[in-house]
């Protein structure tokens, strides 16, 4: 994986991914092992917001490079300021 000269990776894809699978699989448990959803909602939540927090500042990091500027995506988790 390249990482942009601040230690950042420059290919968010394998978290995006990530996040998503695990989204995916503690909901097949979830639903496998007839759990609450008082405790599984907070935690699948959390895995989706992460997986398009991540999703987004791929699309910027990657539209800057193509609009010919340098690789990266603004700061924080707020997703209304992606």
Request: contains cysteine; glycine residues 10%.
């Amino acid at each position: 994986m390249r990482e942009h000269g601040s230690g950042v990776p420059t290919d968010l894809s394998i978290h995006v991914e990530g996040f998503r699978q695990a989204a995916i699989a503690y909901y097949g448990t979830v639903v496998a092992r007839n759990s609450s959803p008082d405790y599984a909602l907070s935690p699948i939540a959390f895995l989706w917001r992460h997986h398009l927090e991540l999703l987004l500042k791929q699309i910027i990091a990657q539209g800057r490079v193509y609009s010919g500027e340098d690789w990266g995506f603004p700061d924080g988790h707020v997703l209304c300021n992606l």
